[in-house]
């Protein structure tokens, strides 16, 4: 299983960025797979995680609104678009992928977002 995560970067508050994951190596049909954040000095928590068939199963509330995720079959790639950006997104994302949706078998590597006010 590989997930390759990229995109991240540094932005001014209200900016926008894009993440991406390219995802292979699994059946995507038995897997949740999604987006998830992890915070200095906190645990990973989830963004949004759906199943590959478009079911969600996870979609945090502190993001609803202002992020928004979608996947291309063909290319087997899961974007998360983060729009009107705030100090307190800054984290490390994750790409993963799992059976249970809350806690993934499989991480990508991480891609740093900052948020500068």
């Known amino acids: 299983v590989q997930l390759q995560a990229s995109g991240g970067g540094s932005v001014q508050a209200g900016g926008s960025l894009r993440l991406s994951c390219v995802a292979s190596?699994?059946?995507?049909?038995?897997?949740?797979i999604g987006w998830f954040r992890q915070f200095p000095g906190k645990e990973r928590a989830f963004v949004v995680v759906?199943?590959?068939?478009?079911?969600?199963?996870g979609y945090s509330d502190s993001v609803r609104g202002r992020f928004s995720v979608s996947r291309d079959n063909a290319k087997n790639t899961v974007d998360l678009q983060l729009n009107d950006l705030r100090p307190d997104d800054t984290g490390i994302y994750y790409c993963?992928?799992?059976?249970?949706?809350?806690?993934?078998?499989?991480w990508g590597q991480g891609t740093l977002v900052t948020v500068s006010s």
């Open positions: 993963a992928a799992g059976t249970d949706w809350k806690r993934p078998d499989y």
């Open positions: 190596g699994f059946n995507f049909d038995d897997y949740a």
């Open positions: 759906f199943r590959w068939s478009g079911e969600l199963l």
